[in-house]
């Protein structure tokens, strides 16, 4: 499913917190929050049983965002209302409903269950 023009959140990426002897921890610091519109094309879900009677679902979806937006790969996003963390670097990509614009794509993810 594809929209339009939804209303997303970019947490920028700033570094890595570190512990006491001064080395990068899992705990990643963010910038401040970016409004943007952009496309959100959810492209699919896996789910996997864990050994407990939990589910893990793992959601994929694709941001289409202005050209020129600038990404990084440890980036967050919020759309509609949920947090997604970015895999990878934006892509350049031509519009698939136009032909004619170009912009960056990201693929998110999120953990839900």
Do not use: C
């Not at 929209?3 to 002897?21: G, I, K, Q």
């Not at 937006?69 to 209302?81: I, K, L, M």
Request: proline share 6%; hydrophobic share 35%.
């Amino acid at each position: 499913m594809f929209a339009y023009a939804e209303n997303v959140t970019r947490h920028p990426f700033s570094n890595w917190v570190l512990d006491r002897n001064g080395n990068p921890s899992e705990k990643p610091v963010f910038g401040p929050d970016l409004p943007l519109a952009a496309g959100f094309a959810s492209t699919g879900t896996t789910e996997s049983a864990s050994a407990s009677t939990d589910s893990v679902v793992l959601e994929t979806a694709d941001l289409y965002l202005p050209y020129g937006t600038a990404t990084r790969s440890h980036d967050e996003w919020t759309v509609r209302g949920h947090r997604w963390q970015q895999t990878g670097e934006g892509v350049d990509w031509r519009s698939p409903i136009t032909g004619a614009e170009f912009g960056t794509v990201v693929h998110i993810k999120r953990r839900s269950g």
